[in-house]
């Protein structure tokens, strides 16, 4: 392994530990309210909350204390918050709460974060494997010939939802040759896959996630196994997250990437 890439893997670590225990991170998620087109409460807040219009709905009194989180003025009356798939997404304050509407598949939900979860107090780190510069191997990507297309997965939440996928990638470990189903993870043009592989229940958790870099003109790309990393689920159980589409379980153990959320409690 040369000095720069293990580098710049520690401050990647770092930079995810810092990241999944900010005060509004994943660790501090307590619900994942769905709502309904009827009014309902939804413990711990005020007012009455439910979906209408492609937005989510609430009716409060100025006393509630609901700010918008950009501005400073209370929220009264009736509230329309946009979603996060909307291009402008509303974000709400109460206290130290941090309210996110979203939108699942054409359903609307209010999360909750809090950062005094039980969670968050309790994490410690995140448990990995060393740095093992063979975990970097050479991929080719290639995209369906017919475009983006959408594979049916279960989700942490039990559920089924579609999964959008755009090709595979083609790669080989330990001179074995293997392939993987891969989305597009932004406008520039990385890649990113859902994954499990023979450590995955017991030595690592039940899945993970991989970001690799946008591929060239070729479709020659980098999978860099040591940044498998573990989805939001594996920090709150309030999350959505896709299992592996078919094909995505490696056959070989990876030890390597993040393992498992480690708390006070566990390290005793």
Not at 55 to 70: C, I, Q, W
Not at 100 to 107: H, S
Not at 150 to 165: F, Q, Y
Not at 221 to 247: I, K, S
Request: aromatic share 8%; proline share 10%.
């Amino acid at each position: 392994m040369t000095a720069t890439a293990a580098d710049e893997w520690e401050r990647w670590t770092e930079s995810r530990t810092a990241s999944v225990s900010a005060p509004h991170g994943p660790l501090s998620l307590t619900g994942t309210h769905w709502l309904e087109p009827e009014p309902t409460k939804i413990p711990g807040l005020p007012g009455q909350w439910w979906a209408a219009d492609g937005t989510v709905r609430a009716v409060v009194e100025a006393t509630d204390g609901l700010r918008a989180e950009r501005g400073n003025g209370l929220l009264e009356g009736e509230v329309a918050l946009r979603p996060d798939t909307d291009p402008a997404p509303d974000l709400a304050v109460l206290g130290d709460l941090r309210l996110v509407p979203i939108e699942r598949e054409g359903e609307l939900a209010l999360r909750v974060f809090d950062p005094q979860s039980a969670a968050r107090t309790a994490f410690n780190c995140i448990s990995v494997f060393p740095y093992a510069a063979d975990w970097a191997v050479p991929a080719v990507f290639t995209p369906y010939e017919t475009g983006d297309r959408a594979v049916v997965v279960p989700n942490a939440d039990g559920r089924e939802r579609p999964l959008d996928v755009t090709g595979q990638i083609a790669f080989t470990l330990a001179g074995e040759p293997y392939t993987l189903t891969v989305s597009r993870a932004g406008a520039d043009g990385r890649l990113s896959g859902v994954i499990a592989d023979a450590t995955s229940g017991h030595e690592t958790y039940r899945f993970r996630f991989i970001t690799l870099p946008a591929p060239d003109a070729d479709g020659h790309t980098v999978l860099d196994l040591n940044r498998a990393y573990l989805p939001p689920c594996a920090f709150a159980d309030h999350f959505v997250c896709p299992f592996p589409p078919p094909g995505n379980r490696l056959p070989v153990a990876v030890e390597a990437g993040e393992r498992h959320v480690v708390t006070a409690e566990l390290l005793g």
